[in-house]
């Protein structure tokens, strides 16, 4: 089994920054992409930014220029670091990653998601 730990969610101030970290752990697990989505409340989850294990990024029209995406594949981790934030941010951020999973009877692939960790934008 794979895990997604995210953690850094918070309240923040309109125009201040934040970083969000998410560690997949658990089953020696091959991931592809890594990523965060949102969803604010009465919405439905949406794409934030993706990252392919060779660094490979896709972002969002709204958090272009804003957001920054990266990640450590030896730690199997992904970050988020967000400056500019306006109320329009407020979300639950849920981790996301997909690849391949190699256990010792079996390799699978396998889409997995963190529980979600909320961020808060408001004076």
């Known amino acids: 089994q794979v895990q997604l730990v995210e953690s850094g969610g918070g309240l923040v101030q309109p125009g201040g920054s934040h970083r969000l970290s998410c560690a997949a752990s658990g089953s020696i697990f091959d991931n592809n992409k890594m990523g965060w989505y949102r969803q604010a409340p009465g919405k439905e989850r949406e794409l934030v930014a993706l990252?392919?294990?060779?660094?490979?990024?896709n972002y969002a029209d709204s958090v272009k220029g804003r957001f920054t995406i990266s990640r450590d594949n030896a730690k199997n981790t992904v970050y988020l670091q967000m400056n500019s934030l306006n109320p329009q941010d407020t979300a639950v951020y849920y981790c996301?990653?997909?690849?391949?999973?190699?256990?010792?009877?079996?390799?699978?692939?396998?889409?997995?998601w963190g529980k979600g960790t909320l961020v808060t934008v408001f004076p």
């Open positions: 990252i392919t294990k060779r660094g490979g990024t």
């Open positions: 996301y990653a997909d690849g391949v999973v190699h256990e010792v009877t079996r390799t699978y692939g396998l889409t997995t």
